[in-house]
Every structure is written in C-alpha cells, then in structure tokens.
C-alpha cells in the first residue's frame, strides 16, 4: 500500500511538472504562456498566458520579443458584425485578481515575423508592467489552433 501512495505521488508530481513553470516579478505571475505556430505565409502570430496578481492592480504595458520586428498588446473588438483585433495601450491587471490572454480576447502579437514559428520551439518573451516592472519568460510554440500551452 505504502508503494502503492508514493507511486501515485510520484506521478501526481510529474503531471504537475509538466505544466508548472510559472515567472514571478514583484505580485505578479505569469503561468501557462504559449504562442501558436504560424499558418502557411502568415506573417504575424499571437502570444497568450495567464498573468494572476497577489497585490495592488497594476497595468501590463508592454512586450517585447526578436522573433518579429514588432510586438504589440492586443485585443478583439466587435466591429458590426465583425471581430478585429486592435492594438491595446495597456492590459489591467486587477488587485489580488487575474487577467487571461487567451483566444479571442487580450493576447500578445507578433508582426512582421522574421521566420515562421513552428511547433516544439520556444522564444524569449519580455513582458513590462507599470509597477512590478520587466520580466522576461519563455514562450513555447504550440500547434496552429492551439488553445492552451503544450506540454513540454
């Protein structure tokens, strides 16, 4: 039985590993980052992750990665009966709250990529907060319509 328990922790542990690198600065932390794999030609590609604060509100306002020759904060708007995304100034960070840059909603943009980001690589990001200042993660490139972060 005793065999039995530790095995299960053992495995329980290694799932979490699989998932559980997290990047802390000041309150702030930021876990689950990936970005997508480019589409044929694109030459733009999305970043996205989870960014939870334990302290006051601060404000995301800027990233920053060599992969394009530019990197903007981003949001989708309902333009009629359209959905466009547009450039955001800043993304609040609420106090003691959490924001999610996900599909379809806050994320982080890669233009004017100077080669494809292809599935299975990592890149560093730079993320830049008012208060808590910079921090640079690793964001790892899942599949073209991926949804969450890979498992690496």
């Known amino acids: 039985m005793k065999k039995l328990i530790i095995g299960a922790m053992v495995l329980g542990l290694s ?15 930021i876990s689950a980052p990936f970005a997508r794999a480019s589409a044929g030609m694109a ?26 020759h530019m990197t903007q904060l981003h949001t989708h708007i309902k333009d009629g009966e359209v959905m466009r995304m547009r ?7 609420p106090a003691h709250g959490e924001v999610a840059l996900k599909p379809g909603s806050y994320h982080v943009m890669f233009m ?3 080669a494809p980001l292809k599935k299975g690589e990592k890149f560093p990001l730079e993320l830049t907060f008012e208060k808590a200042g ?14 969450m972060a890979p498992k690496m």
């Open 112 to 114: 004017k990529l100077k």
């Open 134 to 147: 910079k921090v640079t993660i690793e964001m790892p490139v899942a599949g073209v319509g991926a949804k």
């Open 43 to 68: 030459n733009a590609g999305g970043g996205f992750m989870q960014i939870t604060n334990e302290g006051d509100a601060d404000r995301l306002v800027a990233a920053s990665a060599e992969v394009g």
């Open 87 to 93: 450039q955001v100034e800043a993304i609040d960070v």
């Open 15 to 29: 799932c979490l590993a699989a998932n559980a690198e997290e990047w802390k600065v000041g309150d702030i932390t």
